[in-house]
């Protein structure tokens, strides 16, 4: 079965410092994968999406930046967090453009 | 582009039905989703149905699709304190993405 993990859990981190959270899936192959991020509105928004190793397409444009070096890993970075950054970032996975299914977040409060 | 509309907040008593509502905008949409979010968690797909469909019965959970008017919805039976959570609709189908609704908060009361 597939499964998929997000870390860390929780984050608090300084502002202008750097940031990295990580998300790997397992149990299947050639994923699509995501980054969402949701703020206390609670909406969702899509920041990254990847069909394929290398292949990022950006949805909002912002200090955030979203990598996927191995075909099941998608990893979301900055160099210099905001305030604004803050929120609850959500990994998910589908296969082509069907359901997707999402990991158990990551919480990050920028002080 | 495509909307996707829910209404914020729900409050229903315990052992009664509840019904969520969402409408969207893009009509080529072919996959249509529901989703839980418990707080602090991610979120849990529930149930989903095919544009070719109008019903789906899945135990406590029904979903109606009126694809003329682009409303879904989602019906909960016998509701529970359990059930407690933020429902999204999400629509899908000519791309990668999915959109989401701006998410329905359901409280159960005793």
């Known amino acids: 079965s597939q499964t998929i993990h997000q870390w860390p859990a929780t984050l608090v981190q300084p502002v202008g410092s750097p940031l990295s959270l990580e998300c790997t899936v397992e149990?299947?192959?050639?994923?699509?994968l995501y980054w969402y991020r949701q703020a206390a509105g609670r909406g969702l928004q899509l920041l990254f999406y990847?069909?394929?190793?290398?292949?990022i397409s950006s949805e909002v444009p912002q200090n955030l930046s979203a990598s996927r070096p191995q075909d099941r890993q998608f990893i979301l970075s900055s160099k210099k967090l905001l305030l604004s950054d803050s929120g609850f970032y959500l990994c998910?996975?589908?296969?082509?453009?069907?359901?997707?299914?999402f990991g158990p977040g990551t919480r990050l409060t920028v002080t | 582009g495509e909307d996707v509309e829910q209404s914020l907040f729900l409050s229903v008593r315990e052992g009664d039905s509840s019904v969520i509502n969402c409408t969207y905008t893009?009509?080529?949409?072919?996959?249509l989703y529901w989703y839980k979010q418990e707080p602090g968690a991610g979120l849990q797909l529930l149930t989903y149905?095919?544009?070719?469909?109008d019903m789906k019965q899945d135990q406590r959970l029904t979903v109606l699709l009126n694809k003329k008017d682009k409303h879904l919805s989602l019906r909960i039976a016998d509701t529970q304190t359990g059930d407690s959570a933020i429902y999204f609709c999400?629509?899908?189908?000519?791309?990668?993405?999915?959109?989401f609704g701006t998410g329905t908060l359901l409280a159960v009361q005793p």
């Open positions: 999400a629509v899908g189908g000519a791309t990668n993405k999915l959109i």
């Open positions: 998910a996975w589908s296969v082509q453009a069907y359901e997707q299914y």
């Open positions: 893009d009509s080529s949409s072919t996959y």
């Open positions: 149990g299947t192959s050639n994923p699509n």
């Open positions: 149905i095919f544009s070719n469909m």
């Open positions: 990847s069909v394929g190793i290398g292949q």
